[in-house]
């Protein structure tokens, strides 16, 4: 069959798992990732919400940006949230919203615009969050 473009929401996080079962060798370890050979062949619903976070200037630098900050966010197929902490002294936390389905380019922050998928969101990342910085 003609290849074809398959939409949804995806992570790299998902290709270990992906592969390891397509080649067919066992895996006893618990994945963060999930196998998409259900999403890839029946067009399914892989992830409700992917993520993504970073931690800058954790260790020994040079950086001209010398504060310590986490980065992380989530991703639906219409929103995206994204959080900023500034640690130290005068720690801080910002946020980003966007409606991807309205503005794909993300332009226009709208925080303050939906209080109700704010709050969901928030509370999706914080459980990501927890969850991830304690997996082993």
């Known amino acids: 069959s003609p290849p074809n473009r398959i939409s949804g929401l995806t992570q790299v996080i998902d290709v270990m798992p992906t592969v390891l079962n397509v080649l067919g060798i066992p895996d006893s370890f618990t994945r963060q990732g999930k196998d998409l050979r ?23 630098h040079t950086a001209s940006y010398s504060p310590r900050s986490v980065s992380e966010s989530v991703r639906s197929t219409e929103w995206k949230l994204i959080r ?19 503005d794909p380019d993300e332009l226009k922050n709208v925080v303050g615009d939906y209080p109700d998928v704010f709050s969901e969101l928030v509370d999706v990342l914080d459980r990501w969050s927890f969850s991830s910085r304690s997996f082993h």
Not at 38 to 58: I, K
Not at 88 to 98: A, I, K, N, Q, V
């Open 38 to 60: 259900h999403f890839a062949l029946e067009n399914a619903p892989a992830n409700e919400y992917v993520f993504s976070g970073s931690d800058f200037n954790f260790g020994n």
């Open 84 to 102: 900023e902490t500034v640690l130290g002294g005068d720690s801080r936390r910002t946020y980003e919203l966007y409606n991807l389905k309205d």
